[in-house]
């Protein structure tokens, strides 16, 4: 299991380090609010000068992300859940680097929002389990 996951982060890693080869961050990067964008800032290199910024911009979206969908699908809220954390949860360079290669896996996403990109990335990779079958012949009581 552990080197099954140590290949997993080698693997993350390297396709960082093919993508930050590709292109540097831009300025354009930080407002374009596209899942190109964000997976441009997710995958910026250590020899990209605005590396520091990417990152805290992608683990910052990542986090509200990750904070809007606990509210919106709260366990009396109206919306199921449409990813579900492991536990433990994975680290925010784990995501932000899965999310990254996602992305470049997923070309046909990336003019979609960012907002819709992460969503979709966490849905693949954290799915939720099936829910509990329904007990038949039981009814719902209505409330008086």
Do not use: K
């Not at 993508?19 to 250590?46: H, I, K, M, W």
């Amino acid at each position: 299991m552990m080197r099954g996951r140590r290949t997993a982060a080698l693997v993350a890693g390297l396709c960082m380090a093919a993508l930050s080869a590709e292109a540097q961050v831009t300025p354009d990067n930080f407002v374009g609010g596209r899942v190109s964008d964000l997976a441009a800032l997710c995958a910026a290199g250590g020899s990209d000068p605005n590396v520091i910024a990417a990152a805290n911009h992608c683990h910052g979206f990542m986090m509200a992300v990750g904070q809007f969908h606990a509210e919106l699908t709260r366990t009396q809220g109206v919306v199921g859940p449409f990813f579900c954390l492991p536990d433990p949860r994975p680290s925010l360079s784990t995501v932000s680097a899965g999310f990254a290669s996602w992305a470049a896996a997923n070309p046909q996403y990336a003019a979609s929002s960012a907002v819709e990109g992460v969503v979709r990335y966490a849905s693949a990779t954290y799915p939720c389990p099936p829910a509990p079958p329904r007990q038949a012949g039981r009814t719902p009581r209505r409330a008086q």
